[in-house]
């Protein structure tokens, strides 16, 4: 059995996005919250989504760091 799911239009506006300039979603991301005429709310979306990809805990960071230190 195959289960679907209905895709809310916000992100529905973020995959065509992508598919129309084949860029990948960490820039689709950074180009919302650089576009000063975006909504508040979908800068803040934004932001929100790109968070785990700026700020690492510093635990799973911590071997990346050793094995480039040396």
């Known amino acids: 059995m195959v289960r679907k799911f209905a895709v809310p239009d916000k992100h529905r506006a973020l995959y065509a996005e ?3 300039t084949g860029s990948d979603p960490i820039s689709v991301l950074c180009g919302i919250l650089a576009d000063e005429n975006a909504a508040t709310e979908q800068r803040r979306l934004a ?3 790109l968070r785990p ?3 690492a805990k510093l635990a799973t960071m911590g071997a990346l760091i050793e094995k480039f230190s040396k």
């Open 47 to 49: 932001a929100r989504a």
């Open 18 to 20: 992508l598919l129309r």
């Open 53 to 55: 990809y700026y700020h």
